[in-house]
Every structure is written in C-alpha cells, then in structure tokens.
C-alpha cells in the first residue's frame, strides 16, 4: 500500500472504532451495574427480612412467658435461652412506672448497630428485644468486595471485548476503503474487494458485493469505451488512407481538370463513407456497452417493419427480385421504433444484396409466448460454412460480398441492436439456396390505445 | 438578404460564405460569440447560420441571448453533435433547425433557403416549371413538351423536390429524409434506383437532359447541361 492511500483511510477509522468500542463497553458495564445493584439490594434486604422475623419469633415469645409468669418467668425464660442458644440478644422490660429493667446485654454491644422490635403488652409493659447486625453487615461488607472485584473483571473485559469486537466490524470496512483508495489513486478497476468469507450474509458483505458489482459495471464500461475508441481508430485510417492517396494523385500528376475533378468527387465519397462509418461504429459501440439511448415505446412489430419494406421495393423491383411484406398483426414490442426500423432494412439490404434476379425475399412477423419474432428469408448464396462465424463481426466482409457496396457492418449494428433490446439474432443458411436471419424480441404488451382502435 | 455566419472555424466559415456568395447573398461572418451577438445587434439578418462550440460564449447563450433582446432572425444551428437530445435542446433554446456536421453545402443551401421562405411567406405556386417540365401541385399531373407523364408518388416526391430545388444540387441525404422521412441512412442505392427510374420517364423519352448526377455532390435538376 502506499503512503498516499492509507493517508487517505486514516482520519475516518480510529476515530470510529473508539466510538464502537466505548459504547459497546458502555452498554457491557451499564447492564452490567443494573444487575449488581439488584443483586445487592436484594440480598440485604433479604437478610434485614430474616433477622426482623427472628425478633418477632422471641418478641412473641417472651410477652407470651412474662403474661404467663411475670418478670420472674420472662427472666428465668431468656437466662435459660441464653444458656443454649448461640447467639445471644438483647431484652429490656419497660414497666408502666417507666422503669426499664435489661435483663440481657451482650457485653460490648454497641447499642446504635442494634436492630430493636418492641412489643406493648395489656398491661401497658413494654418489651424490647434487640439483635445486633454486626454479622449482617460483615456479610454484606465481604459481599461488595466480591462485587467490586467482579465489576473490575466485567470492565476490562467489556473494554477489551469492544476491542476486539470493534476491530472485526471495522476491518471489512477498513479493507473497502483501503481498495476504493487505491483505485483512485491507480485507476485500476480491475481491483476488487475480498469478502471476509465468516459472515456471508452480513450487511457489510452485502456492501462488498455490491461495490464489486459497481466496479465490474464500471469496469465493463471503460473496457467497452476503450475497446471501442482503439477500434474506430483502426477503422477510420483505411478509409482516410485511401482519401489522403486520391487527394496526393490528383496534386502529383500533370494537371488536367477532369482528372482532378473525378479525384475531388472521390474524396467527396470517401469522406461521406468515413461519416457513415463513424456514425454505424459509434451506434454499434453504444448499443455493445448499453450506452446507446433507446426511445423505447410499445410499437406495433409488423408496422416498423412494413415500413422498411417499403423502403427497399423500388430495389427489389429494379433487381427482379419478390420481396413480400409481412401480414398485419397484433404483435407488439416495447422497443425504440427507429432502432428496429434499421435492423429490418439492414437484414433485407442484405438479403436483396445476396440475392439474384428471380428470387424471393420474404420477410414475416411470427411470435409465441413470450417473444415476437422478425424472420427474412432469401433464395440467395447463402453463407459458406468457415465463413458464418464471423459474419456478426464488425467489418468482415465475406469472400462474395466484395463486389458488393457495403462497409461490412450491417450485421454488426442489427446484433448489437437487437441485443441492447434484450433480443437474440440467429441465422440459418444453405449454401446455393439462401438464409434465414430471425430477431426474437420480448413480447410487449399490446397498449390499450390500440386495442381499442381494434 | 443578409446571412450572419457565426463560426470559429476559419476554413468552414470561409467555405460557407463563399458558397452562400455564390448563392447570392450578401455573408458577414462572426468567429466568436461576442462579435456574433454585436452583429446581430446592428443589423436584421435574413438568417444567421450558429455553430455551437465558439470562444467566449457558446452558440446556445448566443441564440438564448438574441431571443431575450427581441431578435428574430431564424436561426440554423451547427453542430458535431448528432444525438436526437442535442437535436431537441438546440431547438428548445430558440433554433429553427438543426444540421450535423460533416454536412453537405447543398443541404446547408436548401436549409437556409427554407427558413428565408418561411420567413416571408412567399405565396405558394399552383404549378412549377422547369424548361418544358411542367407539375402541377393541384391536380398532381406532369407534363413535359406537352406530353403527360405518369408518376408512381414516390417518383412525384421526388420531381418535385428536385423541382422546387431546380437549379440547385440535391445530396442523397437530402433525397433519403425528404422521400422516405428517414433519419438515418440506410447504406444503400435506394436513391439511385429511384432516381434512374424518374429518369427513365421524364428524360429518357425527351432529346434535352434535365435530371443531371453530379458525382460525389448528388442530383440537379436544370436546363442547361
């Protein structure tokens, strides 16, 4: 890669990427807090809910003893407790004259991390019992360590995660835009993209494909332009050849008006012939690469080509040759009238050319289904067989055809044509009795303006 | 009458005047489009003859210029440029027609001849003549010498052209998109045919040719050989 191009990917990735990354982290350790917080307040609460039930149980308990026996009942009742059970509470008796009597204190207790449930007996006796949540609250300590610790863990790895994460989403993208830059900066279209292979149906495969799609349309222009360009170039000097070697002839020799007036005429020739084959390469070029502008309208088949018939009758006639129109028929196409019109009168140029006086030319319009056909068939030479291959090539010219007049790029245009319509040509032929050149078309619909007319 | 020709072109503006001289018109000629909107400024032009590519302001923002300030002078645009849209937005900026270059000086002539007469309406002839040849656009008869000649309608079209045109060379372009109304050639002698068939009936017969080939040029209709 050179330094120009990653120059060109730098400013858009890092920054970027850490944007990704810190909101996948960000997303990570927020769920992440939610469901420490939960978890904590759930256990204390859950604890504080325990002890509090304890108390209640003893609270019961002891009024149950001191209604049942007095001080004396309640005292001999918690001493014996106090005697079995591991954890010892804190009682106190409020009597109604406000004297309070503790008959347990757990020594060093210190009274404020006491929990206290009370209870105020008929009498008007208040009974207190207390539990420390010294235990309670060490629980909890040790437990937030734990979380911390964990929360800890959780972050570094949501941060490294997004990392990594962040890099594999960016890579492709990297990757795009490290070949766009390149093919700026080469004018190489011939370059693709590698799909990353692991996610064949991602979004950002889909992008790849289609941008090497792109490059392979746009590709297939600029190959077609050029491809066209070295062509008409290389057609173009035979003919300007032999303008330039008539206009150098009549200059070289003695002069003599006549002579240079029938050089004149033949550089006025030429150069119309140059025109003609200018204006048929380009449309031939255009109609190749799908750069040529159709006028496309639902048209009538049997009508366009009635009308070039009609352009060749006065020809048929003067070569003593049949020529028959087709019957009218409902066929329709969607298709640029003009465009068609030409392939008719190219394809029956070249069968009256080929055909001798007495013979047939015959032109129909046929469909099925799907595809209406144009169908020219001639009693003429017909094609030699090492000679069909090429006959759709531009400028070939067939060893019968010299005599005739003709730039050998009849055939060229009515398949490019046909094809920038989304249509086929074919031929068939014998040799020493004639051929038959079909066009098949997408049928269109028939419009309703017509069908009202019928 | 006056043509301005606006054309950077030396050698084309040159070959053009020449022509039009000999057509007899008075030319002036503008190279570039400042010089051709001062023209058209001073003086009315019969027509004025644009290319499109010219320095300093090109063909269109002169035409689109000329209409703005009221002139109406008709307008012949010159172009390389063949495509049907280029066509269409020639005219659409307020040309009255539209020719490709390479063209035919003959057709050039015939198309400025055109917008001189639909300019001033000249009063439309019932018969036109040419030596003894004699058609008559009403009842669609022709007559040479006396002798009526019978014409298929293409081969009418076509005399008429020619006659409407007598005295002035006619290219095969010019023959294809007036007879037949097509825009494209159809690379072939359908011209030829046609006219050796006229031939045949208005010439062939007689003792004095009218219908004469000019090679490389096209055909011309005249009394004088």
């Given at each position: 890669m050179t330094s120009g191009t990653s120059a060109a990917?730098?400013?858009?990735?890092?920054?970027?990427?850490?944007?990704?990354?810190?909101?996948?982290?960000?997303?990570?350790v927020g769920g992440w807090a939610v469901v420490v917080f939960l978890t904590y307040w759930l256990t204390a609460a859950s604890l504080a809910q325990r002890d509090h039930e304890i108390l209640n149980a003893k609270l019961g308990q002891y009024a149950a003893a001191y209604e049942r026996g007095g001080l004396r009942a309640l005292t001999e009742t918690v001493q014996a407790e106090q005697r079995t059970a591991p954890e010892r509470l804190f009682v106190r008796v409020v009597d109604r004259g406000a004297e309070a009597i503790v008959l347990s204190q757990p020594e060093g207790w210190d009274l404020?991390?006491?929990?206290?449930?009370?209870?105020?007996?008929?009498?008007?006796?208040?009974?207190?019992?207390?539990?420390?949540?010294?235990?309670?609250?060490?629980?909890?300590?040790?437990?937030?360590?734990?979380?911390?610790?964990?929360?800890?863990?959780?972050?570094?790895?949501?941060?490294?995660?997004?990392?990594?994460?962040?890099?594999?989403?960016?890579?492709?993208?990297?990757r795009l835009t490290r070949a766009v830059a390149r093919i700026i900066s080469t004018g190489r279209t011939d370059e693709r993209v590698p799909l990353t292979g692991d996610g064949a149906g991602d979004?950002?495969?889909?992008?790849?494909?289609?941008?090497?799609?792109?490059?392979?349309?746009?590709?297939?222009?600029?190959?077609?332009?050029?491809?066209?360009?070295?062509?008409?170039?290389?057609?173009?000097?035979?003919?300007?050849?032999?303008?330039?070697?008539?206009?150098?002839?009549?200059?070289?020799?003695?002069?003599?008006?006549?002579?240079?007036?029938?050089?004149?005429?033949?550089?006025?020739?030429?150069?119309?012939?140059?025109?003609?084959?200018?204006?048929?390469?380009?449309?031939?070029?255009?109609?190749?690469?799908?750069?040529m502008h159709l006028r496309r309208e639902a048209l009538r088949l049997g009508d366009v080509v009635a009308r070039a018939v009609d352009l060749y009758r006065d020809v048929a006639d003067a070569k003593g040759i049949v020529l028959t129109a087709p019957t009218p028929a409902d066929i329709v196409v969607v298709a640029d009238g003009t465009r068609i019109e030409q392939v008719a009168a190219n394809l029956i140029d070249n069968a009256l050319k080929y055909t001798t006086a007495g013979g047939r030319v015959d032109v129909d319009v046929l469909a099925d289904s799907s595809r209406a056909r144009l169908r020219v068939r001639?009693?003429?030479?017909?094609?030699?067989?090492?000679?069909?291959?090429?006959?759709?090539?531009?400028?070939?010219?067939?060893?019968?055809?010299?005599?005739?007049?003709?730039?050998?790029?009849?055939?060229?245009?009515?398949?490019?044509?046909?094809?920038?319509?989304?249509?086929?040509?074919?031929?068939e032929t014998e040799p020493g009795k004639g051929s038959v050149f079909t066009v098949a078309l997408p049928r269109g619909e028939v419009p309703s303006k017509s069908a009202g007319q019928a | 009458m006056r043509v301005l020709i606006v054309e950077d072109d030396a050698t084309i503006a040159d070959f053009v005047a020449r022509g039009l001289r000999e057509a007899g018109f008075a030319v002036d000629v503008a190279a570039d489009g400042?010089?051709?909107l001062d023209r058209a400024r001073?003086?009315?032009?019969?027509?004025?003859?644009?290319?499109?590519?010219?320095?300093?302001?090109?063909?269109?923002?002169?035409?689109?210029?000329?209409?703005?300030?009221?002139?109406?002078?008709?307008?012949?645009?010159?172009?390389?440029?063949?495509?049907?849209?280029?066509?269409?937005?020639?005219?659409?900026a307020g040309g009255d027609d539209y020719l490709t270059k390479p063209f035919a000086f003959a057709e050039l002539l015939a198309r400025v001849q055109a917008l001189v007469r639909r300019a001033t309406r000249a009063p439309e002839p019932t018969t036109l003549t040419v030596g003894d040849l004699v058609l008559d656009l009403l009842s669609r008869r022709v007559t040479r010498g006396g002798t009526p000649i019978d014409l298929h309608p293409r081969e009418f079209t076509l005399l008429e052209y020619l006659m409407r045109n007598a005295g002035r060379v006619v290219s095969k372009t010019m023959i294809v998109s007036h007879v037949w109304e097509y825009t494209?050639?159809?690379?072939?002698?359908?011209?030829?045919?046609?006219?050796s068939r006229l031939r045949e009936k208005i010439d062939r017969p007689f003792e004095t040719r009218l219908l004469h080939t000019m090679r490389g040029v096209g055909y011309v209709l005249r009394t004088e050989a």
């Open positions: 990917s730098r400013p858009f990735h890092p920054a970027f990427g850490l944007r990704l990354a810190l909101w996948y982290a960000a997303l990570f404020r991390r006491l929990e206290i449930a009370s209870l105020s007996l008929m009498d008007g006796t208040l009974v207190q019992v207390g539990k420390s949540t010294a235990a309670r609250e060490d629980l909890l300590a040790r437990f937030r360590a734990v979380l911390g610790m964990v929360t800890l863990t959780v972050v570094l790895v949501a941060l490294t995660g997004g990392f990594f994460v962040t890099r594999s989403a960016v890579r492709p993208i990297r979004a950002i495969d889909e992008l790849t494909r289609l941008f090497n799609a792109m490059l392979d349309k746009i590709e297939g222009l600029v190959t077609a332009m050029r491809g066209a360009l070295d062509n008409v170039s290389h057609d173009l000097r035979t003919p300007l050849t032999r303008l330039r070697g008539t206009a150098e002839m009549a200059l070289a020799a003695t002069p003599d008006l006549d002579r240079c007036r029938d050089a004149l005429a033949d550089c006025v020739e030429e150069s119309d012939r140059v025109l003609v084959m200018l204006n048929t390469l380009m449309d031939i070029s255009e109609a190749e690469s799908g750069t001639d009693t003429g030479a017909g094609i030699r067989p090492d000679e069909l291959p090429h006959i759709w090539d531009r400028l070939f010219r067939g060893d019968s055809s010299r005599t005739e007049r003709g730039l050998g790029l009849g055939l060229s245009l009515v398949k490019a044509i046909v094809e920038a319509h989304g249509g086929t040509v074919d031929v | 400042e010089a051709a001073q003086q009315a032009y019969a027509v004025a003859i644009v290319d499109l590519m010219l320095p300093k302001r090109d063909g269109l923002a002169v035409i689109d210029q000329m209409r703005r300030q009221g002139i109406q002078t008709p307008v012949l645009i010159l172009s390389a440029r063949r495509s049907v849209d280029d066509r269409v937005k020639g005219l659409q494209f050639d159809p690379q072939t002698n359908i011209v030829d045919v046609l006219v």
